[in-house]
C-alpha cells in the first residue's frame, strides 16, 4: 500500500525567503509522485510530477522538487516566496499497478502563507 | 478544452432533501473521480470509474450517497437524504489512463451546505 506524509501543516514564510514543504511516502514499488496546489475557492492544480528519469523536476510558477529514493522524499522548494504562492500544497504518490496508475494517494496538506 | 465542469457550483439545502451534483469529465479522459474536502477530515477519494464503471467505492461514506456514470462525458453523486455533516466540498477529477503517472484534472468544485 502506497502513503504520503507532509510534515507540517502550517508553513508561514517571508516574501522573498525559501519555501520548502516536505513530503515522505511510503511504496512498495517505484512510486509516481506530485504536487498539487489549491488556491482559496478552488480546485487542485498539478504543479509538477515525478515519474522516471531526472529526480529533480521542475513545475510552474518556480516550483520545483527533488525525487530523493533514499530519503523517500519528495520535498517541494521555491527559491523566493511571492505573495500569490500563498496557497495549500498536496503531495500525492500513485503507483503501476494492474495496468493503470491513476489513483492517487494524497496527503493531508500544507498551508502555506506569505508574510510581508 | 474547457477542463473539468461541475455544477452546481454552489448548493444550500434543507436536512432531508435530495442533492444531486454533476460533472462533466475532459473529453477523452477514461477516468473520473469524486472527492470530498472537509477541514476536519481533508480531501477523501469517494468513488472512482474507468470506463464508465465503478472501479472503488470503498470511500463512499453510507447508503444515502450514490454515484453513477451513465456515459463517458457525464457523472452524478447524488445525497438521499442529506444531512449537515455532508456539508462539504465535492471535487470531480478526470484523467487519461496511462503506465507512467497520469495527473488528474480537477473541477472547480460544489459546495454544498446542508442546513
Known amino acids: 500500500a502506497q502513503s504520503v506524509t507532509q510534515l507540517g501543516s502550517h508553513v508561514s514564510v517571508s516574501e522573498g525567503a525559501l519555501v520548502l514543504l516536505r513530503c515522505n511516502y511510503s511504496?512498495?514499488?517505484?512510486?509516481?509522485l506530485f504536487w498539487y496546489v489549491q488556491y482559496p475557492n478552488q480546485g487542485l492544480q498539478l504543479l509538477l510530477k515525478?515519474?522516471?528519469?531526472?529526480?529533480l523536476v521542475k513545475g510552474i510558477n518556480g516550483f520545483e522538487a527533488e525525487f530523493k529514493k533514499s530519503e523517500t522524499s519528495f520535498h517541494l522548494t521555491k527559491p523566493s516566496a511571492h505573495m500569490s504562492d500563498a496557497a495549500e500544497y498536496f503531495c500525492?504518490?500513485?503507483?503501476?499497478?494492474?495496468?493503470?496508475?491513476?489513483?492517487?494517494?494524497f496527503g493531508t496538506g500544507t498551508l502555506l502563507a506569505v508574510q510581508p | 478544452d474547457a477542463g473539468v465542469i461541475q455544477s452546481p457550483r454552489h448548493e444550500v439545502t434543507e436536512m432531508g432533501q435530495e442533492v444531486t451534483l454533476r460533472c462533466k469529465p475532459i473529453?477523452?479522459?477514461?477516468?473520473l473521480f469524486w472527492y470530498r474536502q472537509t477541514m476536519m477530515r481533508g480531501l477523501e477519494l469517494l468513488i472512482y470509474?474507468?470506463?464508465?464503471?465503478?472501479?472503488?467505492d470503498s470511500g463512499m461514506p453510507e447508503d444515502r450517497f450514490s454515484a453513477k456514470m451513465p456515459n463517458a462525458s457525464f457523472s452524478t453523486l447524488k445525497i438521499q437524504p442529506s444531512e449537515p455533516r455532508d456539508s462539504a466540498v465535492y471535487f470531480c477529477?478526470?484523467?487519461?489512463?496511462?503506465?507512467?503517472?497520469?495527473?488528474?484534472?480537477f473541477g472547480p468544485g460544489t459546495r454544498l451546505t446542508v442546513t
Open positions: 500525492a504518490v500513485s503507483s503501476y499497478y494492474g495496468g493503470a496508475t491513476n489513483k492517487l494517494i
Open positions: 511504496s512498495s514499488v517505484p512510486p509516481y
Open positions: 477529477a478526470s484523467s487519461l489512463a496511462g503506465t507512467r503517472g497520469s495527473e488528474q484534472y
Open positions: 473529453s477523452g479522459h477514461d477516468y
Open positions: 470509474f474507468n470506463n464508465n464503471v465503478p472501479i472503488d
Open positions: 515525478y515519474t522516471t528519469g531526472a529526480t
